[in-house]
């Protein structure tokens, strides 16, 4: 497992988040004009999986269960196309968060019934790492402590079973960027979010050299008036993670948590160029990778090369912000 952990935050290369729910991913077609079917879903997927040469910048991919059981149009599975790019296949075993009962406008993730037996199904699938999404909101008098706490007892639930069945847990804790408040806030929502996370990690005796984190960056909100520069950006993250996050982690893969394309990529970059940090910094993006690939795709087949070359092309560039060398200049190809 810690050679898993630290093959998925290699130099140069991040995570791919292919793992949208059934739901989730047919809102994304329906914005492009494509039609949501198991088909489309699979040939979707298998365009992204077989970008030639994507495992350069790639070295993991989460999967959603149904991607996990599809086979590509040569017979293989989607897992072994994986494979065969060099890319390690993991898989989001949470099912979603729902509302807290109790706490109006809070939210908690499912899915540890039964998780013991599905891990085991899903290495025995290929699978060598696992995620799983907490969502945690911020409003006035949000979040609660009790919000907090319950959802880092899920976190650590859910990494122990999944050390125990030999597979790296991705833990993500995703402070949301929705609403007006300033980065300050943000950033400090997030550190108490972290300090929970990490104190249920210990009590139940999670691995952290075995395991990964999933961080949101800290960001003013959407709606706030005062926006905030890359270098703002990984100055407050990095202040917040090293505040909370032990050394023994491998590596931090930051989610893109509703930022566009390149923004991602600008404030990832900034974060390394500070340097200094005592884990790999890297990426675990879905929309920010996916969404030029996406809209070139329209779910046209006659459109799959350029989608690949859209998506080879974020990839290279988070690749470069890996060790802060990403310039805009890049993004012409």
């Given at each position: 497992m810690e050679t898993t952990a630290r093959a998925l935050v290699a130099p140069g290369k991040g995570i791919l988040a292919a793992d949208e729910s059934t739901g989730t991913i047919e809102k994304r077609f329906k914005s492009v004009g494509a039609?949501?079917?198991?088909?489309?879903?699979?040939?979707y997927r298998?365009?992204?999986?077989?970008?030639?040469?994507?495992?350069?910048?790639i070295s993991g991919v989460i999967l959603f269960d149904e991607t996990a059981r599809q086979k590509a149009g040569d017979g293989t599975t989607l897992i072994g196309t994986l494979q065969r790019q060099g890319i390690i296949p993991g898989i989001k075993v949470d099912?979603?968060?729902?509302?807290?009962?109790?706490?109006?406008?809070?939210?908690l993730t499912l899915g540890l019934?039964?998780?013991?037996?599905?891990?085991?199904?899903?290495?025995?699938?290929?699978?060598?790492?696992?995620?799983?999404r907490a969502v945690i909101t911020l409003g006035t008098d949000l979040p609660t402590d009790p919000c907090l706490r319950a959802n880092a007892h899920g976190l650590a639930c859910f990494a122990a079973l999944s050390q125990e069945?030999?597979?790296?847990?991705?833990?993500?804790?995703?402070?949301?960027?929705?609403?007006?408040?300033?980065?300050?806030?943000?950033?400090?929502?997030?550190?108490?979010?972290?300090?929970?996370?990490?104190?249920?990690?210990?009590?139940?005796?999670v691995r952290l050299e075995a395991m990964l984190l999933k961080p949101n960056m800290v960001?003013?909100?959407?709606?706030?008036?005062?926006?905030a520069s890359a270098s703002e950006v990984a100055e407050a993250t990095l202040q917040c993670m090293r505040r909370t996050v032990p050394a023994a982690v491998p590596g931090l893969v930051f989610l893109s948590g509703g930022q566009?394309?390149?923004?991602?990529?600008?404030?990832?970059?900034?974060?390394?160029?500070?340097?200094?940090?005592?884990?790999?910094?890297?990426?675990?993006?879905?929309?920010?990778l996916q969404d030029p690939a996406l809209k070139a795709w329209s779910g046209l087949p006659g459109n799959v090369a350029?989608?690949?070359?859209?998506?080879?092309?974020?990839?290279?560039?988070?690749?470069?912000?890996?060790?802060?060398?990403?310039?805009a200049a890049m993004e012409e190809g």
């Open positions: 039609t949501g079917t198991p088909e489309t879903r699979r040939a298998e365009l992204l999986f077989t970008a030639p040469g994507l495992g350069e910048f099912v979603g968060a729902q509302a807290m009962a109790g706490f109006p406008g809070e939210k019934d039964g998780l013991r037996e599905r891990l085991a199904e899903y290495r025995e699938l290929g699978a060598r790492f696992t995620k799983w069945a030999g597979l790296v847990p991705l833990v993500e804790p995703e402070v949301l960027m929705d609403g007006d408040h300033p980065l300050a806030c943000h950033a400090a929502v997030t550190q108490r979010m972290l300090r929970f996370v990490f104190d249920a990690l210990a009590e139940h005796r960001l003013p909100g959407q709606d706030c008036p005062q926006t566009s394309d390149v923004r991602a990529t600008e404030n990832l970059n900034a974060m390394n160029r500070l340097g200094g940090a005592p884990w790999e910094l890297g990426f675990s993006f879905g929309r920010a350029r989608a690949q070359q859209e998506l080879l092309l974020r990839a290279k560039c988070n690749g470069a912000a890996r060790s802060g060398t990403y310039t």
